[in-house]
């Protein structure tokens, strides 16, 4: 290599002025006769050529902020690449001075690639055609061009084909057909590639379009499908592949240009397909897309394509994004993402609607996409008729004439059940400016958006439709202010305007009956409110004020208030919408992180509920709203939970059990369990209830007493003092873990510490201790397979490690260290607190510990509260997303509440201590 020259590559490649055609007539004088060494030239003269190329479109995109320019910077410089190799591979080590007609290369570009946009991660799809098979030249030219891209660590795509192997091939699948769509010539023959694109032209893509679009959408649907985002308000969004992301765009593209024959997007203008307004819209989506992309590939170096939580804030930063009006910066870039990705579904609409009038026969899939063909009655309006099942306009001035129009089609939609032509959609969002304070304020344009709410029909459909065209963000501006509104956290799985519509879709199919063995008490007393009107609107406001700097409960309860009249309620119902709205997160909060077995806890509920109405309301309210945040949050756990809060307010509100009925529960429970265990002999059954305290009796259900005194009645028997029981229960969607063992102060702790150390998520525990001493505490951890046996074998597998742990054959702290993982930096924050309370029991004091969450803060905190000298007689833990929300009541020593104020403040230094361990180690790992 030195004899060659090539060390003085190194100078050539370090000045300011590089030029790659002089670098590589440089290396070509230098090496021509050493192959070897011209080969490991061009490898590192590219390298640097990319190095040098991404870093300026890096900082390009950084100044300039477009996408697409961006995008076409990194296309360009691969031509250069490739086009450098050939002519160095093709001069001096694969020369053909004299070629026949077989030994003519195009290489073409394909794809992404072929479309002139990559990103810095995407891959380098190409095409090696050749006129015929390809000779053992072009198989060792190729073969030469592939071993420099693949030193150059790039993702190629390629194939070598003929032009008769092209047609051929692209007749029979979709992927290549659509590859050959975008192809473009980077170099080589020029006649071979036009024959190549006459070709394909007339005998694949003539007369093929119906067939190609419908293969393409049905393509789409199979894509989402598998992806899982089915949905474009997913707070994760694939930018590539999700619902509104650029394969759809890029759909949409392939489509019109199959079926318009254009070859670039400005034509589709004149074709008739888009307005000039609506392929600018398309060219913003486009760029914005791109810019996101782009940065996320420079940020991460690899082809990320999920706009995950931590990547969120550092492109919102890069794309000048900063706090306002009561939302964060990655809040405004999120929020401008998903009305992007709304655009694109509008655009996409558009496409299909057109795309279907010009073709008399309809594609099945093309119909689908578009909207489900559905019987019903023959419409009755002078403005709207029916167009192939669908409502549409008779005539252009329909809204202009009538305003109140823009909320009838709605309104005739969902009384007939029928779905609204796209023609009449684009006229809906084209005439938005008619949504003014009149058409507001209009009785008759409020009643008939009540009856799309509260009907028994599809609201949530009719819904989302209104929303799609923007009309509902306009009519209710509330609404509109929510619309592709982002909470950046890890609970909420969509944006808010849709978390609400869900919600509505989630009350419609209690109200309908649809989901009884779901949600058994919710189905039974939705037939038993007085005010449904009511609950439909409370539901669809709960979240209203979302993104405010205030309290959303309260200013959302503000909102019901002025929005109430406007919609027809009365002052009692709009009296009661706004308490629903203020009290939304009331009953779910109390549920799973109270101590519903404690008097005072459901004296204080019932204080603020106050009615049965109120109670049977917020029950499927809340059941509503949990169910709508997303997948697999809602389970059977916490509907028995509500239904334990439920039936326990009810009863103290109608004058049943209260505390002076205490003992005479107990009395109860006890005979209870003694009809319940017939076999055991009576003395033995007094000796093992005199064991219990009070609140055992209380807190435990009849099924679990009866296994939990047969397992101590088991395991003394076989002489053993520590043991554990596993149940699963798969309606609830959680494994029971129950141990037993001499009662001590870290018992707790240690156990919870296996749990965690086994990767078991406690989702609440139960904590009991028997007047001889004896320890019997159940955990209930959220189950990790849908099978009973596999989950089983997992439970099994935790309670063996707290057996192990709790006998100190293993050192816990250790295992829960080895389990922690700290990064550098994390995508959320969650301010330490923890509040002190001395109201919420009347036995007990109530430690709420909130903060962000990590492997072991359980068994952190339960060893904290140990060494603090304090008895947890129940824990309730709570996880949002990234925000842990964990609840202790608690006793001193002596079994009584802790009342001093220095000794509150001792506790409350040392659980925001253990919550700041995070920081810390995040803090130490960072200057390792």
């Known amino acids: 290599m030195v004899a060659c020259g090539l060390s003085g590559l190194t100078e050539l490649l370090a000045e300011p002025q590089f030029q790659l055609d002089s670098a590589i007539a440089d290396l070509e004088r230098r090496c021509s006769n050493d192959h070897a060494a011209l080969r490991a030239g061009l490898v590192t003269l590219m390298r640097e050529v990319l190095d040098r190329g991404r870093q300026g479109a890096r900082d390009w ?124 010539r980077v170099l080589g023959d020029e006649a071979l590639f036009a024959e190549l694109m006459t070709r394909f032209d007339k005998d694949v893509v003539q007369g093929t379009a119906p067939t190609f679009v419908e293969e393409k959408l049905a393509e789409r649907e199979l894509r989402l499908r598998q992806a899982g985002t089915a949905s474009r308000y997913v707070v994760e969004p694939n930018v590539k592949e999700g619902k509104g992301g650029l394969r759809d765009l890029n759909t949409l593209f392939w489509i019109a240009k199959y079926v318009y024959r ?67 910066g990655v809040e405004r870039f999120m929020k401008r993402y998903f009305l992007v990705a709304k655009d694109v579904g509008d655009l996409t609409a558009i496409v299909c609607a057109a795309l279907e009038a010009r073709h008399a026969k309809k594609a099945p899939m093309l119909n689908r996409f578009v909207r489900r063909l559905r019987p019903g009655a023959q419409l009755r309006s002078d403005d709207f008729a029916l167009v192939s099942d669908r409502i549409t306009i008779k005539s252009p001035p329909v809204f202009q004439k009538d305003p109140v129009n823009l909320i009838r089609l709605f309104w005739l939609a969902d009384q007939n059940d029928k779905a609204i032509h796209p023609d009449a959609s684009r006229l809906v969002t084209r005439s938005l400016g008619l949504v003014n304070r009149g058409l ?41 202010r929510v619309v592709a509104m982002m909470q950046f956290n890890m609970y909420h799985h969509f944006t808010v305007d849709e978390h609400l519509l869900r ?79 203020e009290h939304h997160l009331l009953m779910s909060m109390v549920a799973q992180s109270r101590d519903l077995s404690d008097p005072r806890t459901i004296e204080t509920f019932a204080g603020v509920v106050q009615t049965p109405e109120r109670l049977k309301l917020l029950l499927i309210l809340t059941v509503a709203d949990i169910k709508a945040v997303g997948p697999g949050v809602w389970n059977g756990w916490k509907g028995e939970l509500l239904r334990t809060l439920y039936f326990e307010t009810e009863a103290f509100i109608t004058g049943g059990h209260g505390v002076v009925a205490r003992g005479e529960r107990i009395r109860v429970a006890q005979e209870a369990l003694r009809e319940a265990l017939a076999g055991w002999m009576t003395e033995a059954f007094e000796t093992y209830a005199a064991r219990h305290y009070p609140a055992y009796w209380l807190k435990v259900d009849l099924g679990r007493k009866v296994k939990q005194a047969e397992f101590i009645k088991a395991s003394e028997a076989a002489g053993r003092t520590t043991a554990t029981m596993v149940e699963t229960d798969h309606f609830r969607g959680v ?20 749990c965690a150390a086994a990767g078991g998520n406690i989702v609440d525990a139960q904590i009991f201790t028997t007047a001889d001493g004896l320890a019997l505490d159940t955990l209930f951890i959220s189950r990790a397979f849908t099978a009973d046996d596999d989950e089983m074998r997992r439970g099994e597998r935790i309670a063996k490690a707290m057996e192990r742990a709790l006998k100190g054959e293993v050192k816990i702290a250790d ?22 309370d001395n109201t919420l029991s009347s036995r007990e004091t109530v430690l709420e510990v909130s903060g962000l969450d990590r492997a072991g803060l359980l068994y952190d905190l339960t060893t904290a509260i140990g060494r603090l000298n304090l008895n947890i007689s129940s824990a309730h833990i709570v996880t949002f997303g990234e925000r842990a929300v964990d609840t202790f009541y608690v006793t001193d ?32 790992a960072g200057g390792r």
């Open 503 to 581: 919600a509505i879709g989630v009350l419609a199919e209690i109200d309908g009956g649809r989901v009884e063995a779901e949600h058994p008490l919710a189905n039974k007393i939705i037939r038993t409110i007085q005010n449904r009107k009511a609950l439909y609107v409370a539901l669809f406001l709960h979240d209203i004020a979302k993104g405010r700097t205030e309290d959303h409960s309260i200013a959302g309860a503000r909102i019901a208030r002025r929005l109430g009249p406007r919609f027809g309620l009365s002052e009692t119902e709009t009296d009661l919408v706004a308490w629903l709205v």
């Open 440 to 480: 507001r304020e209009s009785p008759e344009a409020n009643r008939l958006f009540m009856d799309i709410l509260t009907s028994r029909h599809s609201p949530e459909v009719v819904l989302r439709r209104m929303n799609e065209t923007g009309v509902l963000g306009r009519f209710v501006t509330e609404f509109g």
């Open 815 to 836: 295992l829960v260290a080895a389990k922690r993982s700290y990064s550098r930096s994390k995508p959320f924050q969650v301010a330490p607190e923890v509040q002190i």
């Open 735 to 754: 494994t029971e873990l129950t141990v037993m063992a001499p009662d001590h102060p870290r018992l707790l702790a240690i156990a919870t510490g296996a």
């Open 262 to 328: 254009v070859t670039d997007a400005r034509e589709l203008v004149a074709a008739g397909l888009f307005t000039p307004e609506e392929y600018a819209r398309f060219n913003v989506c486009e760029e914005f897309l791109w810019r996101v992309r782009c940065h996320m590939h420079f940020i991460t170096g690899r082809a990320e394509e999920r706009l995950s939580f931590d990547l969120q804030r550092i492109v919102a930063e890069k794309l000048g994004y900063a706090a306002h009006g009561g939302l964060s």
């Open 893 to 924: 020593l002596t079994g009584a509440k802790v009342t001093s104020t220095a000794r509150q403040n001792a506790i409350r230094r040392a659980l925001v201590d253990v919550l700041r361990i995070d920081e810390e180690e995040a803090r130490r």
């Open 61 to 184: 995109l950084d100044v300039e902020r477009d996408g697409i320019v961006c995008a076409h910077r990194l296309s360009g410089l691969m031509d250069q690449v490739l086009q450098g190799i050939y002519r160095v591979l093709a001069t001096h080590i694969y020369p053909v001075n004299n070629p026949s007609t077989s030994e003519r290369l195009t290489l073409v570009a394909t794809g992404g690639y072929g479309r002139g946009t990559m990103a810095p991660g995407s891959d380098v799809d190409l095409l090696f055609l050749f006129p015929y098979k390809a000779t053992a030249w072009g198989e060792s030219i190729v073969e030469a061009i592939l071993y420099v891209l693949w030193d150059l660590k790039l993702k190629v795509g390629h194939a070598t084909r003929s032009v008769d192997e092209c047609i051929r091939e692209a007749r029979a699948d979709l992927t290549i057909r659509t590859a050959l769509l975008e192809s473009r």
